[in-house]
């Protein structure tokens, strides 16, 4: 069925990092406001904003004080209004994150909930009493150490599957079900289209919190296995589905880790699912699934792309995906999938038309649009991330090497995804005139935006381009989807075909010409766009993408 939201391609603003608009380091709503003309010019047509509530921001901003307040260092109320107002004179439609499995601990509910056994408020975050000494149960947090805290009023334990300034809510408890879909409406009256639903996966958690087995010796079990897509979450679901999403139409955007391809069409079936489309992590944690926190594999082509196509055929008729390589929480594209460094451009290119044309919505993160890479950060003074200042710290005090910790961050960090946007090659990279929060990448000299709207070969450009081209050909929204090239360790390609034509994109992941004379695929078909100055039939250059158009 067609959709505004499969149609559309999305903009993710980290809001801390985009643009500062009153000189004090840290990104703003006005900042924002005074960009929405480059977003236009990028031809998206929708932004998921990053948490802008009140906060005390110990994890970005997924850590709400209150969910009917805008955060300081953003702005007021009335920016976030005229933010909604602007986005909707610029034809953009804004969707916000709506955390609904934990807030801060500095958010009145939890403030309350501490207070006493017999709050009234207690059972809206989930206590329990300690198992002798120990926390209640073995669970680990996904931000490293123990799941559970004590706390000093009752000496009960709290929940916090991320930090432990993130208490878990009881999702059991019908008040707070009630209260987070008021707070959904609340937003949405206010002119929003929507949510990207943060850690959806996790509201439902397994009711007996048993202790659990631990792997490898290690002294925490995963929360995974009692936490992460429970039996009866999708209940909970759709009585969200019921009372505010549809009502209000609203479009969502599942973070949804622990689906597995199978029960995709329980999550995002046009009929009977709950969600429009899910984000999904195989393809992004190919380096690291199945392995402790802090170990890292080299990932492999057909991995990366086994990743992608179990899922695209896995949401064929009724499902659909949300497509990214970037994100808050990754670390820049180019970076871990291309080549940051002599085919930069290149690679960025390519890694645009690959994740761009399969089938599904389009997220760009900010920056990717202009090849924007990882930092080179060179000491733990630099990073800012929780969850990655916890784990270093773990690994320090567990006796490991400084240098081992350091390499994990510098290949995995967060942070990388969070330096400043870089508008130019001026101070702060035009991002502030004051001293940014987290530091700018020193290559903001070369890679920036005014750089990249003066040159017609530019990452930018082509980024307009491909918008243009999914605009102009619905079958590269609607069409199906077959994986070509399977078995190849260099190139990775797919068909998509609708009605009676079909578009076949090729892209090389190495750093060498890779020959395909005799390819079928490349038969009878006219190439539509590619990256390199001069495309040479039957090769494919360094880090070549080609699209080509057919009928069939
Ligand atoms: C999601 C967010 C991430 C955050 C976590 C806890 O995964 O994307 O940034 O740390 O949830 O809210």
Same mark, same amino acid.
């Given at each position: 069925m067609r959709r505004w939201w499969k149609e559309s391609v999305f903009y993710q603003i980290y809001p801390r990092s985009?643009?500062?608009?009153?000189?004090?380091g840290v990104g703003d709503l006005r900042g924002i406001i005074n960009r929405l003309d480059y977003l236009v010019y990028l031809g998206v047509d929708a932004i998921w904003l990053c948490p802008v509530y009140?906060?005390?921001?110990?994890d970005g901003g997924y850590d709400?004080?209150?969910?009917y307040a805008i955060l300081q260092d953003f702005g007021t109320m009335q920016d976030m209004m005229d933010l909604i107002q602007a986005c909707t004179q610029h034809g953009l439609k804004i969707i916000m994150d709506l955390v609904a499995n934990h807030t801060s601990d500095e958010n009145v509910w939890f403030i309350e909930s501490r207070l006493?056994?017999?709050?009234?408020?207690?059972?809206?975050y989930i206590w329990k009493e300690g198992y002798g000494e120990a926390e209640p149960t073995n669970m680990e947090s996904l931000f490293g150490g123990s799941a559970w805290e004590q706390d000093t009023i009752t000496g009960e334990y709290y929940l916090h599957l991320?930090?432990?300034?993130q208490p878990d809510l009881n999702l059991e408890n019908p008040e707070v079900r009630d209260s987070i879909y008021s707070m959904m409406r609340w937003w949405l009256n206010r002119g929003i289209s929507g949510f990207r639903m943060d850690?959806?996966?996790?509201?439902?958690?397994?009711?007996?919190?048993a202790r659990l087995s631990c792997i490898d010796g290690r002294p925490y079990a995963l929360v995974s296995d009692v936490c992460?897509?429970?039996?009866?979450l999708l209940d909970f679901l759709h009585e969200m589905k019921e009372l505010v999403l549809k009502p209000y139409n609203s479009v969502s955007v599942a973070e949804a880790p622990g689906i597995l391809p199978e029960q995709l069409t329980d999550f995002v079936?046009?009929?009977?699912?709950?969600?429009?489309m899910i984000i999904t992590f195989d393809h992004v944690d190919v380096d690291t699934? /199945?392995? =402790?926190?802090?170990k890292i594999r080299q990932w492999d082509l057909k991995s990366f792309k086994h990743a992608f196509t179990v899922w695209q055929e896995a949401a064929i008729p009724e499902g659909w995906i949300a497509l990214?390589?970037?994100?808050?929480?990754?670390?820049r594209s180019v970076s871990k999938f291309g080549n940051?460094?002599?085919y930069r451009i290149e690679s960025a290119k390519m890694l645009a038309v690959w994740f761009m044309l399969m089938r599904g919505t389009p997220f760009i993160y900010q920056g990717q649009e202009i090849g924007m890479t990882n930092c080179p950060f060179?000491?733990?003074?630099?990073y800012r991330d929780i969850d990655g200042l916890n784990y270093y710290w773990g690994a320090i005090s567990r006796g490991e090497p400084e240098e081992e910790a350091l390499k994990y961050l510098s290949i995995k960090g967060r942070d990388h995804a969070r330096t400043?946007?870089?508008?130019?090659?001026?101070k702060n990279a035009g991002f502030?005139? /004051?001293? =940014?929060w987290i530091q700018v990448n020193p290559n903001h000299i070369d890679i920036n935006v005014e750089q990249s709207l003066g040159d017609g070969d530019s990452i930018l450009q082509f980024y307009r381009a491909l918008i243009r081209l999914r605009r102009k050909n619905k079958a590269l929204v609607y069409g199906d989807y077959k994986e070509i090239m399977?078995?190849?360790?260099?190139v990775g390609g797919y068909v998509r075909t609708y009605g009676n034509v079909r578009f076949t994109v090729i892209c090389n992941f190495t750093e060498c010409e890779v020959e395909m004379?005799?390819?079928?695929?490349?038969?009878g078909n006219k190439t539509v766009?590619?990256?390199?100055?001069e495309h040479k039939f039957g090769i494919l250059q360094p880090y070549e993408a080609i699209v080509l158009r057919s009928h069939v």
């Open positions: 985009f643009q500062d608009s009153n000189g004090d009140d906060s005390p921001n110990r709400i004080r209150d969910y006493s056994k017999n709050s009234s408020k207690r059972n809206w991320f930090s432990k300034h850690a959806i996966t996790f509201l439902k958690k397994d009711q007996s919190y992460l897509n429970q039996p009866g079936d046009e009929r009977n699912g709950v969600f429009d699934i /199945g392995l =402790p926190k802090g990214y390589l970037e994100n808050h929480d990754q670390v940051d460094g002599r060179t000491s733990i003074r630099e400043p946007m870089q508008w130019s090659g001026k502030s005139e /004051g001293k =940014p399977k078995d190849s360790n260099e004379r005799d390819d079928p695929s490349l038969i766009l590619s990256n390199v100055d």
